[in-house]
């Protein structure tokens, strides 16, 4: 059964880089999107974005310019990079394992395998 | 790009209830939706994929249906381990998930 399990530190400064890593378990980081959601607190999610295992990503286009995602096949493991944070990016990150396919001009996508959460709190 | 619109944002109900939540997408995506059940303090958890497809090990008084623009899942009939949040998703470029709707207890 496959787990994913998040990891990094839970306060980072105003104007820092946040990072995270997801560890795969149970399972080959091998086929699959990987993908980052995050939660403000009190709030509804906001995907962040993925990474397939050959390494080609996608970014939600309101955090493109600050987010890098990669991934390591020998370790299991996918990354997050948040750049210059600020109070907004207060929240619960987690990472999903996704699968997709195109079917008559429309993407199916959805994310099956989750990992707890972890908190991150921007403050100073 | 294409907004997901869930309504109620929140509804009262009791345990035996049979409940719906609509989620409205703001253009035409087949049948390319999902349900996501989130408790709180949890992960989400896929409830429902492709608009209508059970996932493995969700019990069956959980079912999705609708294509196009308007789509619902339905409850049944209300457990006491239903009262949660729930998201509709779909993706059009990126994935992006609905305002959420959350089921409390009345």
């Known amino acids: 059964q496959v787990q994913l399990q998040e990891s990094g530190p839970g306060l980072v400064k105003p104007s820092e880089t946040l990072s995270l890593t997801c560890t795969v378990s149970g399972g080959s980081i091998s086929s699959y999107y990987w993908s980052w959601i995050r939660q403000p607190p009190g709030k509804g999610l906001e995907w962040i974005g993925y990474?397939?295992?050959?390494?080609?990503?996608n970014y939600n286009p309101s955090l493109k310019s600050r987010v890098t995602i990669s991934v390591d096949t020998s370790k299991n493991q996918f990354s997050l990079k948040l750049s210059s944070v600020t109070a907004a990016d207060t929240a619960v990150y987690y990472c999903?394992?996704?699968?997709?396919?195109?079917?008559?001009?429309?993407?199916?996508?959805?994310?099956?395998?989750w990992g707890k959460g972890t908190t991150v709190t921007v403050s100073s | 790009a294409i907004q997901l619109t869930q309504s109620p944002s929140s509804l009262s109900a009791s345990v035996g209830d049979r409940v719906t939540i609509t989620c409205r997408a703001s253009q035409g995506i087949s049948s390319a939706l999902a349900w996501y059940q989130q408790k709180p303090g949890k992960a989400p958890k896929l409830l429902i994929y492709d608009a209508s497809s059970l996932e493995s090990g969700v019990p069956s008084r959980f079912s999705g249906s609708g294509s196009g623009t308007d789509f619902t899942l339905t409850i049944s009939s209300l457990q006491p381990e239903d009262f949660a949040t729930y998201y509709c998703?779909?993706?059009?470029?990126?994935?992006?998930f609905g305002g959420g709707t959350k089921v409390e207890i009345k």
């Open positions: 999903a394992r996704g699968s997709g396919y195109d079917y008559l001009d429309y993407y199916y996508y959805y994310m099956d395998v």
């Open positions: 998703q779909q993706f059009n470029s990126y994935p992006l």
């Open positions: 990474i397939y295992y050959s390494g080609s990503t």
